[in-house]
């Protein structure tokens, strides 16, 4: 009968301690997942001068000359942006607020969402949703494809855009 308690305990305990192994094992993983995270989103995070291309969505050409954007990546995922575009004359566009989050290694998503007013009324609205990728140099970002969509105040979409850019860190 002793003995046949000692297995039981010998098998409770091995059971204990592997289900322990199991929690240390995930709890350390779960730890360096947030710490690969936080890495690279502090890779992102700051602030960026931004030259952007607008692009034709079907061949990729380029329309017109590059313009100047800026972009502040904040910690905890949001975004602020603003920009240079002489497209918006006599309209006036507002900064576009949105956030952003870590895709991968290398790659962030963003969604930004930006008022166009005409005599100080809302017009549209402006969604520019973009994947960023970074290299290995941490103070430069490209998005190869950006999609922009412009939306009438009354709701119904009016124009869609593509654009390209590159950014460079403010230091």
């Known amino acids: 009968m002793k003995s046949h308690l000692k297995s039981k305990i010998c098998k409770a305990s091995f059971t204990l301690l592997a289900a322990l192994v199991c929690v240390l094992t995930f709890a350390q993983t779960a730890s360096a997942q947030i710490e690969d995270w936080d890495f690279a989103a ?12 607008l692009r034709d969505c ?11 954007s800026m972009l502040t990546f904040a910690r905890g995922g949001t975004l602020l942006e603003t920009t240079s575009s002489p497209a918006f004359f006599p309209a006036v566009r507002g900064p576009g607020h949105g956030v952003w989050s870590h895709a991968n290694h290398h790659q962030f998503k963003a969604v930004s969402i930006a008022f166009i007013t005409m005599n100080g009324l809302l017009v549209r609205t402006q969604t520019i949703s973009q994947t960023i990728e970074m290299g290995n140099n941490p103070d430069t970002f490209t998005t190869p494809s950006a999609s922009v969509v412009f939306v009438a105040a009354d709701g119904s979409p009016t124009v869609n855009a593509c654009a390209s850019a590159t950014g460079k860190r403010i230091e």
Not at 42 to 53: F, H, I, K, N
Not at 59 to 66: D, E, F, N, R, T
Request: hydrophobic letters at 40%; zero cysteines; charged letters at 15%.
């Open 58 to 68: 079907g061949s990729g050409a380029a329309l017109g000359k590059p313009f100047l």
């Open 42 to 53: 502090r890779r992102l995070e700051g602030s960026w001068t931004v030259q952007v291309t």
